[in-house]
């Protein structure tokens, strides 16, 4: 078998999120999805939320990088419905009680 030849990953930067698609915890316990849309200045993020209903975007928010530590990022929107179809992990801050 031919060993393939690892590419050289880059480093991370700001421009890295742009692009990538998101679940985000929210404060009823539950998750947000979306797209990072844009960087306009170092430690911001332009994101777009989409609707859990049927995928259309319902909002636009500016984030900065420190709120953003809990998401989960995927690289593509197939990636992100793949992570919700097999169930996105119970959070832990999760105020619902279930009885």
Known sequence: MKKMKQEKQPGWNAQTLVGKF????TPGGG????CVAFN????WY?????????????????YRIEEMKSWRFYLTPQMM???YEQGLPRRE?????SK
Not at 22 to 25: L, T
Not at 46 to 62: I, R
């Open 81 to 83: 419905q793949d992570a």
């Open 40 to 43: 306009p200045e170092p430690g």
């Open 22 to 25: 998101f679940h985000s915890p």
């Open 46 to 62: 332009l994101c777009l939320h989409y609707s859990w209903m049927d995928g259309a975007p319902t909002f636009e928010c500016l």
């Open 31 to 34: 998750y947000g999805q979306g």
């Open 93 to 97: 801050d999760d105020t619902r009680k």
